[in-house]
């Protein structure tokens, strides 16, 4: 680790020293334990969002449940990776799936499919779709630069109002920072078992020109482990696909089953890697923009061992037309591209894309009334190929036109009313209308009280529409996933605390999945299952250098049978963290995630048992060593130490191959790193 460590040193002292000859003016893209000292406490803790209405508001005003995490939260808290950052937001879970997918994010509990098609990722607003499978966003989640972020702005509930399909149970909108000032950060990390990285931001302003530029690597320990499976008979040229939800029907009861008699189980010792990279680009002039990004992560899969590897790229052209001080709309395309490949089934590859154009208006109807609506149109094709370039079972296309509106209405001087229409015409299914209502009333400045109905829609993947292979069926005939979700809620805020509490009931209907009643199994919309809980959601500053958050969640679920628990997700989680701030340069903070015990039904017959309750405690110092050694050095040079997973625990997740409960590896324990941040002012 020592000499890494050095190397990684070195590296980044050389990185800064050359920068350093070109006379740079910084854009602090992350946050200081300065700028934390100069931010009031009541502008941290009233933010405006834009993600609920598309248009500016505060999150006291906006007609949804929502959570933002900041990038002083990530300065306080620390974070590598997207998916150790989301981790840490009320009401959202992580977990993993077989084959397609290692990094699931649900919203309050709602894991009911094998990849995260119920929750869709935003980037400054514009989604990021994988239509091939429906929601695969590993390489996301596991590589996106964390060092661009502003915030993270997520609705918990149905959005499909103004984002479209895949909206469900809950959208993350990841804002990125503007190139105000021109300036360069790079930073390097070395830690435990050969974790290493970097990352570097170059920020340009000159005139209305502006640029951001970003990097990011990095490669965490190989876990070495035992697994056992049942290796899959396959066709030649075929891999599996998707795994199944947990709503098949099952002749053993319950979400899963047991192992099916006479199947041949193999165990072996695997090594998983985790390794991931990406680039960022956002540039603008005047009112044209564009956006760019690529990602790409290596780990494994585990129906049939072997080194799996995603890769994503997206861009996003848009351009801002204002008609008057009243009118503004904007102009986007954007463009996604999915990859997949393993070294389970190394002549097999997995290629979808979308194509998204969308104009939206925001018109302020008067000042107590504004509008937003607007229309799109997108196309969309998968594949899976094999070497040959020949069809594996799996190819498709289809497109969809939609329109929407939203409108909000000040009824008196504490009270808003809001209600939303979209409609959505996806080829060879009928159109889908998705409404939503929302009141919200301020009765003081502090006190909030919210209720809303929203719904939603998931679209069918290619997989599930078009998959033709012998041991699964694809079915042209299948109809969108909907939800409809009821929320209320009660917030109170001064200057120095926050509370949330929030109650939810959503009735999911015609869930996708596999019914084994057929003679090959083949997609079905089947059953309904709903979901009641609730969540709860403070920050408080106990002292202007001290601050506490914390969150709870609780939900059950069932099925039109009666059958509970069909999430394999704990139904009751809870989440806290303590900073503190000294202004002479150091910030120590501790968070730590707590997942209650799952049903005994989860209880895997291969592999750990993941059905035990865990804490998983992590820690973050920071030393600016300008403040406290070098105060007369212009350039932020800092030092951070972080450790995840502090007491150990080796965490396995639930899913459902086949016939049989089994759990998969996904989090090996322990790990602590350390490393140098430098910015160029």
């Known amino acids: 680790m020592k000499s890494t460590l050095l190397t990684t040193i070195k590296i980044t002292l050389l990185i800064f020293v050359l920068s350093n000859q070109q006379a740079f003016s910084q854009n602090k893209t992350s946050i200081t334990e300065e700028d934390l000292f100069e931010m009031s406490l009541e502008d941290l803790l009233n933010q405006s969002i834009t993600t609920v209405s598309k248009s500016a508001e505060k999150i006291g005003d906006a007609p949804g449940i929502v959570s933002v995490l900041t990038k002083e939260d990530i300065a306080m808290f620390g974070g590598t990776t997207l998916s150790s950052v989301l981790e840490r937001i009320p009401g959202l879970s992580l977990s993993s799936a077989s084959f397609t997918d290692r990094s699931i994010v649900s919203s309050r509990g709602e894991q009911i499919t094998s990849t995260s098609n119920h929750v869709l990722l935003l980037i400054d607003g ?148 985790n390794e991931g990279a990406s680039l960022f680009l956002k540039s603008s002039y005047k009112n044209l923009s564009f956006m760019s990004s690529y990602n790409q992560w290596e780990t494994m899969t585990f129906e049939t061992p072997g080194a799996a590897r995603w890769k994503k790229s997206f861009s996003n052209l848009g351009y801002d037309l204002n008609f008057s001080d009243k009118w503004n709309s904007n102009i986007n395309v954007s463009f996604t591209n999915s990859k997949f490949d393993t070294d389970s089934f190394p002549n097999i590859q997995r290629n979808s894309y979308e194509i998204l154009t969308e104009w939206t208006h925001n018109v302020s109807l008067s000042d107590k009334s504004k509008l937003v609506f607007g229309g799109l149109y997108s196309y969309s094709k998968g594949e899976e190929t094999n070497l040959s370039n020949e069809s594996a079972g799996v190819e498709g296309h289809r497109y969809s036109v939609g329109a929407y509106a939203q409108a909000d209405y000040q009824l008196l001087k504490s009270l808003k009313a809001t209600a939303g229409l979209q409609i959505n015409k996806i080829e060879n299914i009928d159109p889908k209308f998705v409404p939503r209502a929302a009141l919200v009333w301020n009765p003081t400045k502090h006190l909030n009280f919210k209720a809303l109905y929203s719904e939603a829609f998931r679209a069918p993947s290619i997989i ?69 809980g609730g969540e709860m959601e403070t920050k408080y500053y106990l002292t202007r250098e001290l601050f506490f958050t914390g969150s709870a969640l609780y939900q059950t679920n069932k099925n039109d049978n009666g059958v509970e628990n069909l999430s394999p997700t704990a139904n009751f989680s809870a989440k806290a963290g303590l900073n503190y701030s000294w202004d002479k340069g150091i910030s120590l903070g501790v968070f730590n995630c707590y997942q209650g015990a799952l049903d005994e039904s989860y209880s895997s017959s291969i592999n750990s048992s993941p059905i035990e309750s865990f804490n998983k405690l992590s820690a973050h110092i920071n030393f600016n060593i300008n403040k406290l050694f070098l105060p007369q050095v212009k350039q932020e040079i800092s030092m951070f130490i972080h450790a995840d997973n502090l007491l150990n625990k080796e965490i396995w997740t639930f899913t459902k191959a086949g016939q049989q409960n089994s759990s998969f590896p996904f989090n090996q324990g322990r790990m602590v790193y350390a490393g140098l941040s430098f910015k160029l002012f």
């Open 126 to 273: 514009r989604p990021i779709r994988e239509t091939l499978e429906g929601g695969v966003s590993s390489e996301m989640y596991e590589s996106f630069p964390v060092n661009v972020i502003e915030r993270i702005e997520v609705i918990k509930g149905p959005g499909s109002v103004l984002y479209g399909s895949n909206a469900f149970s809950g959208v993350v909108n990841i804002i990125t920072q503007q190139a105000n000032k021109t300036g360069l950060s790079v930073s390097g990390l070395a830690g435990t078992s050969g974790t290493k990285g970097t990352s570097a931001n170059l920020n340009v302003k000159a005139g209305d020109f502006e640029m951001l530029v970003a990097g990011n690597y990095l490669q965490k320990p190989v876990w070495e482990t035992d697994f056992t499976y049942s290796p899959m008979q396959m066709e030649p040229n075929q891999a599996p696909t998707v795994p199944d939800t947990l709503l098949n029907p099952n002749p053993t009861g319950g979400p899963g089953g047991d192992l099916p008699q006479g199947a041949q189980q193999t165990t072996q010792s695997v090594s998983i890697p």
């Open 464 to 532: 599930e529409l078009s998959l033709d292979q012998p041991f699964r069926q694809g079915n042209s005939e299948l109809q969108p996933e909907t939800v409809g979700t009821i929320d209320l809620g009660a917030n109170y805020r001064n200057d120095k605390f926050q509370i949330g509490l929030n109650y939810f009931h959503s009735k999911l209907n015609d869930i996708i999945s596999l019914d084994h009643t057929f003679d090959i199994p083949t997609y079905q919309n089947l059953g309904e299952v709903i979901f009641n």
